[in-house]
Every structure is written in structure tokens, then in C-alpha cells.
């Protein structure tokens, strides 16, 4: 099993910037790709970035690219996302993910754990 629990959420002007985090605890958290997910209301889920268990590789999707930043510290189990140039658009609740092996890292459906999540509100 593995546990994980975002942090960082909150209330930002458009163009302002955020960082959430995932803190991950349980099996080995290095042999997993992670991923972050976001669900605005009525709107389906969708992924957001996804790096791999060596954090050598990451994805974005094409609405965040150039604006966010996922990164990992192994040490501290703990994978990042930091959001800049905010969006109204970007409001959503924010998930993190994990799942063994890096194919199909943009499919939420092949995640093995995810966290509660954690609100992201952009206001204009």
C-alpha cells in the first residue's frame, strides 16, 4: 500500500503561483511514477503532469506546459507541483497519483493509489 496526502492548496489572483505537494508513505515510494490530476466541477478528471520513479522524465499536459513544474525528492518521499501564472481555468481539485511503470502515465484509470486531493481556486 501506498498513502498519499496533498498539501498546498488554496485561494490565488490569476498570475499569481502555488505549490502543492504529495506526501507519500508505505511501500517504496521510488519504484513509482507519479502523477497529478486535476477535476474541475462538472467537468471530467484530467491529467495535469507525471514524472517517473527516477524523476528523469516529465509530462505535461498541453493546458499547463510551460507553466508547471512537477518535480520529486526521494528523500523526503515527496513529489511537488508548482503552479505558476495561474489561470481561472486552472481552478480544480488537485490529486496526486502513484502507479508502477511509466507507459500510459496520462491515464488516470492506470493508477494504483490516489490521494483526498486538494482545492485550487483562481480567481480573476
Known amino acids: 500500500q501506498v498513502q498519499l496526502v496533498e498539501s498546498g492548496g488554496g485561494l490565488v489572483q490569476a498570475g499569481g503561483s502555488l505549490r502543492l505537494s504529495c506526501a507519500a508513505s508505505?511501500?517504496?515510494?521510488?519504484?513509482?511514477?507519479m502523477g497529478w490530476f486535476r477535476q474541475a466541477p462538472g467537468k471530467e478528471r484530467e491529467f495535469v503532469a507525471a514524472?517517473?520513479?527516477?524523476?528523469?522524465?516529465?509530462y505535461y499536459s498541453e493546458p499547463v506546459k510551460g507553466r508547471f513544474t512537477i518535480s520529486r525528492d526521494k528523500a523526503k518521499n515527496t513529489v511537488y507541483l508548482q503552479m505558476n501564472s495561474l489561470k481561472p481555468e486552472d481552478t480544480a481539485v488537485y490529486s496526486c497519483?502513484?502507479?508502477?511503470?511509466?507507459?500510459?502515465?496520462?491515464?488516470?484509470?492506470?493508477?494504483?493509489?490516489w490521494g483526498q486531493g486538494t482545492q485550487v481556486t483562481v480567481s480573476s
Open positions: 497519483a502513484a502507479k508502477l511503470g511509466i507507459r500510459d502515465v496520462g491515464s488516470g484509470s492506470r493508477y494504483d493509489y
Open positions: 508505505g511501500r517504496t515510494f521510488s519504484n513509482y511514477a
Open positions: 514524472i517517473t520513479y527516477s524523476g528523469g522524465v516529465t
